[in-house]
């Protein structure tokens, strides 16, 4: 009788356990954001100029004003939840987010576990110099003297592709690297376009401008597998912003340049 | 433990050029910063006080700020004052400023030593102070501070390696260019201080050698 009773009992907590696990799978993302009214979002708050914590503690950065537009355009409220770049993507598999923004670039193990988005930043390798260097390739480098940090991928690359008469000069750091750009040691410089960014918004009496691009790897939002709702809503909000100039403003406040006309959509 | 120094193997020609530059960087320090130091230590011992002035100023500004300063304020600072010079020509510059410093200290210790009876001997020959000096004072006061001497142009050879963060290519610039592109951090950093044990232990005996062909004219009273 009372092993019956405790088979039925245990029966019904299976049922309902694997009834809610059913619910929950078929439970439509955006339909739920748009329910809650909130909308979660991954973001970094150790990488400046994408995601760092102001003096007033307040999170600031590229990514959060890109989670801050996406969530004004759903007409929901946001919720920052910061992550480091190791457990981004534990964080959404785990639905404890809904969109990773958070500098995230694409590769294929990434394409396996989450979908992406459309790109929403520009990051890149590049050479970077005053506006008055006529550089548009690694060919024009020829007799020109180049900075960049040893052993850093701009090293790795520019070692491949810059002509033999170019005169790389590797330095220590990237602190170093760029004082020999500001201080005219070297003519210049090739790192990454945050690097160059930060640069530009001390406001240097050389300018390093971008020239040219080495390696691209531009940011996505990231969100789970197979929530197409979610995808085509959030792309269309980017592609909207990139029209109508409001993620080329973020860009400019954030990276002191605006969106390339390259970056893929 | 597992060793690959046979991953070094290419890498042969660069870590002798590195080390042709360290040894040729901090053989022309050490000739400028010994003329540099005679100078500095004549200077302390003049009989014109701003001379005086000026050789202790310079060595109290040399011996006590660090030496990747002093190269940064020479690379990095000095453009912005109209002197612009590229990484080989300011780490030259800065190894000898730095060498000359210590060498007037040593040498003045030297000269110090020297009685004042060797001096009024040059003098009742009629010699000038400056004769006095070049003739009679120099020579010994120099030996009697040599072993001072030199292991402080060791110590210039060693700290070239300080040079390498202005992008100058000598030995360690060299180490640090072959492990970021091989990541044997181990491996090269033992290749790297082995040459430099082996440089070091090659102007130790090369200093002996010239030390006693310079000072053999006192060695009968040894």
């Known amino acids: ?265 | 433990m597992n060793l690959a120094l046979t991953d070094l193997t290419d890498n042969g020609l660069l870590f002798f050029k590195g080390a042709l530059w360290t040894v040729g960087l901090s053989a022309a320090a050490i000739f400028t910063g010994m003329l540099l130091g005679v100078f500095g230590a004549a200077g302390r011992r003049s009989q014109i006080a701003p001379l005086r002035w000026f050789a202790g100023a310079y060595v109290e500004l040399i011996r006590n700020t660090p030496f990747i300063v002093q190269l940064f304020f020479i690379y990095f600072g000095l453009p912005r004052l109209g002197l612009k010079m590229g990484s080989v020509e300011a780490a030259f510059l800065a190894m000898s400023l730095n060498l000359g410093g210590y060498a007037t200290e040593i040498i003045r210790a030297g000269l110090d030593s020297i009685s004042k009876g060797a001096w009024e001997a040059g003098y009742s020959l009629g010699l000038t102070r400056f004769q006095t000096f070049r003739l009679v004072v120099l020579v010994p006061a120099l030996q009697k501070v040599y072993p001072a001497l030199t292991s402080q142009f060791i110590i210039i050879l060693l700290g070239s390696s300080v040079v390498s963060q202005i992008a100058v290519e000598e030995l360690t610039y060299v180490g640090s260019y072959i492990q970021s592109r091989n990541f044997r951090a181990f491996e090269t950093t033992l290749v790297v201080a082995a040459i430099y044990l082996l440089l070091a232990l090659g102007f130790q005996q090369m200093f002996a050698a010239v030390g006693r062909r310079v000072f053999a004219y006192a060695e009968h009273r040894r």
Request: proline share 8%.
């Open chain 1, 1 to 265: 009788m009372l092993s019956s009773l405790r088979r039925i009992a245990l029966t019904g907590c299976v049922l309902g356990l694997a009834a809610l696990a059913s619910v929950s799978a078929k439970a439509d993302a955006l339909d739920d954001i748009m329910k809650t009214k909130v909308l979660r979002v991954a973001v970094p708050q150790d990488f400046p100029p994408f995601g760092s914590v102001g003096t007033d503690l307040q999170p600031r950065g590229y990514d959060i004003d890109t989670a801050a537009l996406i969530a004004k355009e759903l007409g929901v409220k946001l919720e920052l939840v910061p992550v480091t770049s190791a457990n981004r993507l534990p964080y959404l598999q785990t639905k404890k987010v809904e969109l990773i923004i958070s500098s995230l670039g694409k590769n294929p193990e990434r394409e396996k576990a989450i979908d992406f988005t459309v790109a929403y930043a520009p990051f890149y390798s590049g050479v970077f110099g005053p506006a008055a260097a006529k550089i548009a390739g690694p060919a024009d480098l020829a007799g020109k003297s180049i900075g960049v940090t040893r052993g850093a991928l701009e090293d790795l690359e520019l070692s491949k592709i810059a002509p033999p008469t170019a005169d790389v000069r590797r330095f220590e750091d990237n602190n170093t690297t760029i004082s020999a750009f500001l201080s005219g040691q070297v003519s210049l410089i090739a790192t990454g376009n945050v690097v160059a960014a930060a640069i530009l918004a001390r406001n240097p009496p050389t300018r390093p401008e971008p020239k040219f691009v080495i390696k691209d790897s531009p940011c996505f939002i990231g969100l789970a597998k197979d929530e197409p709702k979610l995808l085509e809503k959030v792309n269309a909000i980017i592609k909207k912003a990139r029209g109508d100039g409001s993620l080329d403003a973020i860009a400019k406040k954030w990276l002191g340049a605006p969106i390339p006309a390259d970056l893929p959509t």
